[in-house]
Structures are given as structure tokens and as C-alpha cells.
């Protein structure tokens, strides 16, 4: 099992560019969770999808959209870059049944640098 | 509002002596407490967590943790520190009264010196 994957593992944008980051997981997890690691701040969570078809806003969601394409895959468009989003994301799944004790498990992250 | 609070940005320790991470919590109703550990350029590594019982959890790599209900505490520790334990260390907490949303602690990093 690959576990969690992310791609791209770096990258550069200028102001007012776009992309979306790209994450997969093959543990048969339902629920996916995008996060982002600044110096200091611990992680703060953007978006998460508890199931399915779903997704709420985390802490800090401006400037974000997702997808929950399907079970496995689970995408973070950036509409228009801008400098405070350089960061390290981290995409991260787990199983969530009944409100258990769920662990997330992480993958490698994706740093984004936007000039 | 749930949150956690590392009190120390980093921690020295000499290899072979124990070493303690402290995190204290906050929630509103009981916890679920974790600690993950980052190594430089890596994602986050899942080493232990609290959910009920025994307040001593026994983790990955040695390490174990202590809850304390009446602190709202949940340190990391380890009886024998190893070069190789040098990382960044995080708490977290969710509330076990609804949602799946982890708060993390802001991190605290760990040097193990020979």
C-alpha cells in the first residue's frame, strides 16, 4: 500500500496563478482532511470530507476549494494565488466510524512557494 | 473551542537521558489525544494516542504518554533518549462530542545531542 500520496512535491507560483494539489489514498479511508504547516503555527486545517459527496471548511479555508472526486482522491485548488499561501500542505485520510478515536495518517506534503 | 498548547519551541536532551514533551489541552467535553512526530522534509507520523482507560499509552519507538485529567495533560515521554529521536513533535486533540476535526499544538522540536 502507497498509503497517502500527494503531487505535486514542490512548487512555484506567481501572484494570480492557479493550480490544484492532488492527493490520493488507497487505505480504504472515508474521510480526507487538507491541511497547511506554517512556521510556529502547528497545522491548521482548510478543508476537510468526512464522507463521500461531502466537505466543510476548516479553520482556514479563504482562498481554497475542494473536491472530493471520489473515495480515494481528494483535491485543493488555489483560484488565485497569493503570497501568504506559501506553505507546506498536507493531505491526510482516516476511517471514521461512529466517532471513534479515528487516526489520520499523512502523506509526504506539497511545498508551495508563490511569488 | 477545543486547543492545545506545546509550552516549549524546542527541547534538549542528551542521548540516554529520558526525555519529556509537554502538552496540555482544552475541550469541552473528553478528549481524544494524540501525538504525531515530523522528521525534516516528511509528513506527519502517527505515534500514540489516548482514548480511554489505562493513562499510561505505550507508542511507537518506545515512547508513551501520560493523560492526566486534572492537569489536562498529555505529555510525551520516553525513559532513554536516542540521537535518531531528533524531530518535531505534535499534540493533538478532538473532542470526543462530535465532529472529526484534530487541533494540533504548535510543535515542539527535539534535539538528542551525543
Redesign the interface.
Known amino acids: 500500500n502507497a498509503g497517502v500520496t500527494q503531487t505535486p512535491k514542490f512548487q512555484v507560483l506567481k501572484t494570480g496563478q492557479s493550480m490544484t494539489l492532488q492527493c490520493a489514498q488507497d487505505m480504504n479511508h472515508n474521510s480526507m482532511y487538507w491541511y497547511r504547516q506554517d512556521p510556529g503555527m502547528g497545522l491548521r486545517l482548510i478543508y476537510y470530507s468526512a464522507s463521500e459527496g461531502t466537505t466543510d471548511k476548516g479553520e482556514v479555508p479563504n482562498g481554497y476549494n475542494v473536491s472530493r472526486l471520489n473515495k480515494r482522491e481528494f483535491s485543493l485548488r488555489l483560484e488565485s494565488a497569493a503570497p501568504s499561501q506559501t506553505s507546506v500542505y498536507f493531505c491526510a485520510s482516516s476511517y471514521v466510524a461512529g466517532g471513534g478515536a479515528d487516526t489520520q495518517y499523512f502523506g509526504p506534503g506539497t511545498r508551495l512557494t508563490v511569488l | 473551542a477545543q486547543s492545545v498548547a506545546q509550552p516549549e519551541?524546542q527541547v534538549n536532551v542528551a542521548e540516554g537521558n529520558p526525555l519529556t514533551v509537554k502538552c496540555t489541552y482544552s475541550v469541552s467535553g473528553n478528549p481524544?489525544l494524540?501525538w504525531?512526530v515530523q522528521y525534516p522534509?516528511?509528513?506527519?507520523?502517527?505515534l500514540l494516542?489516548y482514548?480511554t482507560g489505562d493513562n499510561l499509552v505505550k507508542g511507537s519507538y518506545g515512547f508513551e504518554a501520560e493523560f492526566n485529567k486534572s492537569q489536562t495533560s498529555f505529555h510525551l515521554k520516553k525513559p532513554s533518549a536516542l540521537v535518531s529521536d531528533s524531530a518535531l513533535y505534535?499534540c493533538a486533540v478532538?473532542d470526543?462530542g462530535?465532529g472529526?476535526?484534530?487541533t494540533?499544538?504548535?510543535?515542539t522540536q527535539l534535539k538528542v545531542e551525543l
Open positions: 519551541d481524544y494524540f504525531y522534509n516528511r509528513g506527519l507520523q502517527f494516542k482514548i505534535f478532538r470526543t462530535g472529526n476535526k484534530l494540533f499544538g504548535t510543535g
